[in-house]
């Protein structure tokens, strides 16, 4: 019901752009992140945008570098990524919450999304 895209191979200081599309049967979003693995490591939060207030929120590792957006229209977002580093590779995952919990910013718990695409990844090359 989650379908990540636009993982791939990138030159270090390259970008990407990925996205996340919602699909399938009726539902209602109400925040939505991008985590991503690295080899060998745990997953972690990396973006995610709220809809009720519209308010993103970013890792430190990537502020300043990524960009999470969102097609009003659809329940898609966007992460485009510049100025990308060798430390960015990873498998990058969307999720989505489906049931309403208060809060500003996206969660950045794992256990928040009831929602996962099957991840994209992006390598980036030194």
């Known amino acids: 019901q989650l379908q990540a895209s636009g993982g791939g191979l990138v030159r270090a200081g390259g970008s990407l752009r990925l996205s996340c599309a919602a699909s399938?049967?009726?539902?209602?979003?109400?925040?939505m992140v991008w985590f991503r693995q690295a080899p060998g490591k745990g997953r972690e939060f990396v973006a995610g945008?709220?809809?009720?207030?519209?308010?993103?929120n970013y890792a430190d590792s990537v502020k300043g570098r990524f960009t999470i957006s969102r097609n009003n229209a659809q329940n898609t977002i966007y992460l485009q990524m510049i100025s990308l580093k060798p430390e960015d590779t990873a498998v990058y995952y969307c999720?989505?919450?489906?049931?309403?919990?208060?809060?500003?910013?996206?969660?950045?718990?794992?256990?928040?999304?009831?929602?996962w695409g099957q991840g994209t990844l992006v390598t980036v090359s030194s």
């Open positions: 945008i709220r809809f009720s207030t519209g308010a993103t």
């Open positions: 999720a989505a919450a489906t049931y309403f919990s208060g809060g500003y910013y996206a969660d950045q718990r794992e256990s928040a999304y009831d929602l």
């Open positions: 399938g049967r009726a539902f209602s979003v109400y925040q």
